[in-house]
């Protein structure tokens, strides 16, 4: 069960948004680059955001360029869940292999600052603040067996194959 407050985004949330471009001489230093994660978007978010909280967004959320280190540095953040009723196909890839959960859903119903509770195996999330219910599909297992080991990597090195 994760649980956390909800930091809400609009549409559109590009990887340039998570990342700004002036910032990729950070690569080489994710723990700094994190420091400005979703800048561009909220200034404030990388300061206030909390070990547990979630990013919700609306539609297509991860759109642009193929940069793994995007979802990287928002669970370096602390976020343990991405939220959104759409997302960029390769940003749900990477996210997953980097051990982040992507959930889609109506995120109608949250709003900025909510306090969200999430069972990834059933497919639920409440919102603790205003009492909505809402689902998305279950995770796979074998997604689910990945994001408990963390990501990708460390499901091979553990597992050297994919069994659940």
Known sequence: MLKGKAFKFGDDISTDHIVPGRLLHLRSNLPELAKHVLEDADSTFARRVKKGDFVVGG?????????????????MAGVSAILAKSVARIFFRNAINLGLPVLICDTESINDGDE???????????????????????????????????????YIKKYQDFVV
Do not use: Q
């Open 59 to 75: 539609k297509n959320f991860g759109l642009g360029s193929s940069r793994e280190h995007a979802p990287l540095v928002i669970k």
């Open 116 to 154: 969200l509770e999430v069972d990834l195996k059933s497919g639920k999330v409440e919102n603790l603040t205003n009492g909505a219910e809402l689902s998305f599909n279950p995770i796979p297992e074998i997604m689910l067996a990945i994001l408990n080991e963390g990501g990708l990597i460390p």
